[in-house]
């Protein structure tokens, strides 16, 4: 095997070690707040009959109710598929980022603003595919209101309940899958290109703390600018895989629909249900992310030349 080969083979081994490692990392410390935004965001508009106890009047209200009628492991309902998919969907999205961006050079000597852009776009496509079925299942823990956790099914019971009900197609368990891609393709084109761009236009610092603090304040950044494009997308999304309204009826069946939908009963308001802790946790939790990355990134290149 030639030399050029090996050495592109082993980085494409790092860059999925690292981009893996910074997703488990990433999920384990800010899931909580997901499922606070899922929370928010599958409620329909309040009447007079929704049960107070199951609806939630922001953050907070979202997280006290939680706690009082679920108990504290309520938190971490559903956190078994993200587990399983966050190590192969941030391998995947910081492998495919690398070539995509690549692709995305266009024959430039040095990646420009668009080439990050084009480059996270295209990443973001790829994971949404790989990820998608286990967003449908999570987001169906999540939306299980029981106070009662030994009520709350399996991961594995949700899995088969979905599959013997609505199969594996666009119906069950790649439901959504369009608000996904449009989701994360909008979210990784500004937390790629802004990320990458901004810190190249920022001198490096010569202090290992400064320089760390350089990279989480631009990861937040990135964070909170993707969360707060996309998250439509991610309303729709949560609605689509969520619990329908009506058992029976399918109400919302694909993204810009459901988001035209949200928007005539709900008001523009709705579409950005969710945002708070989404911020909350997009926010240092792409910090923490991207920083993982690089600096696992660089010691497996330091220790593996």
């Known amino acids: 095997m030639r030399t050029e ?8 081994g790092m860059q999925t070690a690292a981009g893996g490692s910074a997703g488990f990392v990433e999920v384990c410390l800010m899931y909580p707040l997901d499922i606070v935004k899922t929370r928010l965001q599958i409620q329909a508009k309040k009447t007079a009959s929704t049960d107070p106890q199951k609806y939630y009047n922001g953050v907070m209200d979202c997280i006290r109710k939680m706690y009082k009628h679920e108990g504290f492991l309520s938190y971490y309902k559903g956190i078994l598929p993200p587990i399983l998919a966050e190590t192969p969907k941030r391998a995947t999205k910081f492998l495919t980022f690398e070539q995509y961006k690549q692709f995305f050079m266009f024959g430039s000597p040095t990646p420009t603003a668009w080439t990050y852009s084009l480059a996270g776009m295209g990443a973001g496509v790829t994971e949404a595919i790989l990820v998608n079925p286990f967003e449908v299942i999570k987001v169906s823990l999540q939306s299980n209101n029981s106070s009662n956790i030994k009520e709350v099914p399996s991961t594995w019971q949700v899995t088969r309940s979905i599959i013997k009900s609505q199969g594996i197609g666009f119906r069950g368990l790649n439901k959504g899958v369009d608000a996904t891609i449009w989701r994360n393709a909008v979210f990784n084109a500004i937390y790629f290109g802004f990320y990458n761009s901004v810190k190249e236009n920022f001198p490096q610092r ?36 969520g619990p329908q309204p009506i058992l029976g009826q399918i109400k919302y069946r694909s993204t810009f629909p459901t988001i035209i939908l949200v928007y005539r009963e709900e008001g523009f ?35 593996f030349p």
């Open 269 to 303: 308001k709705a579409l950005y249900k969710g945002l708070v802790p989404k911020v909350l946790r997009l926010g240092p939790g792409c910090a923490i992310m991207m920083v993982v990355y690089e600096y696992l990134y660089d010691f497996l290149k330091e220790k």
């Open 5 to 12: 080969t090996k050495q592109y083979l082993k980085n494409m």
């Open 206 to 241: 010569e202090s290992p703390l400064e320089e760390f603090s350089r990279k989480l304040a631009i990861g937040f950044a990135s964070g909170v600018m993707g969360s707060v494009a996309n998250i439509p997308f991610d309303v729709a999304k949560s609605r689509i895989q």
